[in-house]
Nanobody
Framework: QVQLVESGGGWVQAGGSLRLSCAAS????????MGWFRQAPGKEREFVAA????????HYADSVKGRFTISRDIDKNTVSLEMNSLKPEDTAVYYC?????????????????WGQGTQVTVSS
């Protein structure tokens, strides 16, 4: 069984920064692709960023490109999302996800494991 636990969410003013972390335990192999998704009230869950099993080939949604950076520490089984220049429209619950495949994808349906989520609120 795989467990994913997010941390680092909170409240920040527009233009500020936050760093989200996801700790993976259980049968999470270094070959698993990892991703971050978010869901705002009344909206569908959307892709934010993903990284391959080897920690390469980061992918970003256009809305966060240049502001967010995904990284992973394979030895510690963690994945992080550094978020800079935050905007009110970034407000959402952010979820960490793991895929039992090395290649990342933007589609939530292709991820096998999910964390409980962490709230990020950006005020204007």
């Amino acid at each position: 069984q795989v467990q994913l636990v997010e941390s680092g969410g909170g409240w920040v003013q527009a233009g500020g920064s936050l760093r989200l972390s996801c700790a993976a335990s259980g049968r999470v192999f270094s070959t698993f692709a990892m991703g971050w998704f978010r869901q705002a009230p009344g909206k569908e869950r959307e892709f934010v960023a993903a990284i391959s099993g080897g920690g390469r080939d980061p992918h970003y949604a256009d809305s966060v490109k240049g502001r967010f950076t995904i990284s992973r520490d394979i030895d510690k089984n963690t994945v992080s999302l550094e978020m800079n220049s935050l905007k009110p429209e970034d407000t959402a619950v952010y979820y960490c996800a793991a895929r039992n495949w090395a290649n990342p994808t933007t589609a939530p349906a292709f991820y096998d494991y999910w964390g409980q989520g962490t709230q990020v609120t950006v005020s204007s």
